[in-house]
């Protein structure tokens, strides 16, 4: 089961906007609105932040956003500050088994 | 509120049985619509899914994975255990138990995300 595709780092400077795409194919992204993004911080554990595409958890900042069209996701921050500096993953169902899958990963650096 | 707590040996030498356990509290791991999970994460990479299982004790794991894993679920103590066989140094890795909501029925099960994580165990496979 392959693992859905990032870009390994994005950046951007304070107050920009930036998105971070997640590629996967109809089995799990295309075929279904169940993506979901995750925020982790060095030796932290992972923290949804986007959840069904495009739906915020009570307590996230407006300033994240989540999108899809075909077979990629994409997760768009705006106004960045210095804190959204972290590792990024999306995550769908997928119909090959495990239920879920994730992405590979994206490092958000903060110019 | 829910927590979930990851326990096991943090040393596992190659060629053996990894064993965890994750005990839930704060809510019932019996609750419809939840299933529990294992995420992995090895050092500097990034996260894998390991599998899950619902209270039913219905499992579904990777394939990649499917020959060496097994996670069962004791309802009477709110834990959910994994098992990974024949660990190498490639299974050297952060171990997070997780819950995740989605829909079950007889017939379907969806993921949607996962809402709850444990703090992570951390597992070394070395002689």
């Known amino acids: 089961q392959s693992a859905l595709t990032q870009p390994a780092s994005v950046s951007g400077s304070p107050g920009q906007s930036i998105t971070i795409s997640c590629t996967g194919t109809?089995?799990?992204?295309?075929?279904?609105?169940?993506v979901s993004w995750y925020q982790q911080y060095p030796d932290r554990a992972p923290k949804l932040i986007i959840y069904d595409v495009s739906q915020r958890p009570s307590g996230v900042s407006a300033r994240f956003s989540g999108s899809k069209s075909g077979n990629t996701a994409s997760l768009t921050i705006s106004g960045l500050q210095a804190d959204d500096e972290a590792d990024y993953y999306c995550s769908s169902y997928t119909t090959t088994g495990a239920l879920a899958v994730f992405g590979g990963g994206t490092k958000l650096t903060v110019l | 509120q829910l927590q979930l707590l990851e326990s096991g040996p943090g040393l596992v030498k190659p060629a053996e049985t990894l064993s965890l356990t994750c005990t839930v509290s704060?809510?019932?791991?019996?609750?419809?619509?939840?299933?529990w999970g294992w995420v992995r994460q090895p050092p500097g990479k990034g996260l894998e899914w390991i599998g899950s299982?619902?209270?039913?004790?219905?499992?579904f794991y990777p394939p990649s994975l499917e020959s060496r894993v097994t996670i069962s679920v004791d309802t009477s103590k709110d834990q959910f255990s994994l098992r990974l066989t024949s660990v190498t140094a490639a299974d050297t890795a952060v171990y997070y138990c997780a819950r995740a909501t989605g829909t079950a029925s007889t017939f379907s099960f969806f993921y949607y995300y996962t809402d709850a994580w444990g703090t992570g165990a951390t597992v070394t496979v070395s002689s």
């Open positions: 704060g809510d019932s791991i019996s609750t419809p619509n939840y299933f």
């Open positions: 109809f089995r799990d992204v295309g075929g279904y609105y169940y």
């Open positions: 299982v619902y209270y039913s004790g219905r499992t």
